[in-house]
DNA sequence: AGTATCAGTGCGACGCTGTATCATTGGATG
DNA sequence: CATCCAATGATACAGCGTCGCACTGATACT
């Protein structure tokens, strides 16, 4: 719920204008706990168009309000960003769940590496794939 | 051209056929130094069917062989795989040059991430993209 | 060497994900 | 409440990759 909360004011402040199609993807990712794909999202809208789910999420994107999560086999998911600023993915292979974590050392030897090929570090991306805690237990 | 030397022998060892559209795959690879993409690789074996190079980049990529480098905008490209082994990629957002890097201490702060989360870890990835050295020289 | 077998190939159709176009609509602002 | 232009919806399109299927040719067996 806090998603659509705050996110109402980002974008005004921002420039962009809260329509009623906004308001319906935002409440639509506030009910969701799990990663998405956009075509799931837009079955469960299907007053919005296509075109402009994928838009929305486009913006909101890059608007830290959800994050790109590149799967192992190449497929792309979404989910609302819990904490709103860069973090890392703990995805699991099992239950698909996506846990975002953060870690200053992990970006620490990224940057140091950087440094070391005199590259000049504009982003980056890590994701961890296997499986979580639950789906460890004995089948 | 050491790629397609140790390689016929990588596929034949694997059970793998050699065919001529194979080693012409391989070869094409080897006169290769820059990322490319199926496409453009496609454009310039003709006489080879596009599904088959998508097929024997697959296998390739299987194979440690050739290895894929997703892009900050989502795109994909490949390139031969240097070290054949686990690495990370710098990727110039410049120029598109793409360089591996390998880095325990990277690897391990990926590792301590998982256990802490209690994850067990079957894979990860780590991108890293800006601009290399040589595209830093003031325009 | 001759032949049988089936992995690999080529072609074209298809599917999925995302974008472009463009006429229409409806928020924000004064 | 009138105006303006960002945003929308519908649809066509583009890119990347896979599928199905008949054919071929590399490998193994005799």
């Given amino acids: ?3 659509t909360e705050g996110t109402t004011e980002r974008l005004e402040d921002t420039g962009y204008r ?6 319906a993807v935002l ?4 009910r969701t706990n799990r990663p998405f794909t956009i075509e799931e999202l837009s079955e469960r809208l299907p007053n919005i ?6 838009r929305t999420i ?3 994107n890059e608007l830290d309000i959800v994050c790109r999560v590149p799967l192992e086999d190449g ?3 979404y989910e609302r960003s819990r904490s709103g600023r860069h973090h890392h993915h ?14 200053p050392t992990l970006d620490e030897a990224i940057e140091q590496n950087a440094e070391t090929a005199r590259f000049e570090l504009d982003g980056h991306s890590a994701e961890l794939y296997g499986r979580c805690a639950p789906c460890q237990r004995p089948t």
């Fill in 75 to 77: 497929g792309i998911r």
């Fill in 1 to 3: 719920m806090s998603t």
């Fill in 49 to 54: 168009g296509r075109a402009t789910v994928f």
């Fill in 90 to 103: 703990l995805i699991c292979s099992e239950c698909g769940s996506v846990t975002e974590f953060s870690d």
């Fill in 58 to 60: 486009k913006l909101l």
């Fill in 27 to 30: 409440e639509a990712i506030a």
């Fill in 18 to 23: 809260l329509t009623a199609p906004r308001r």
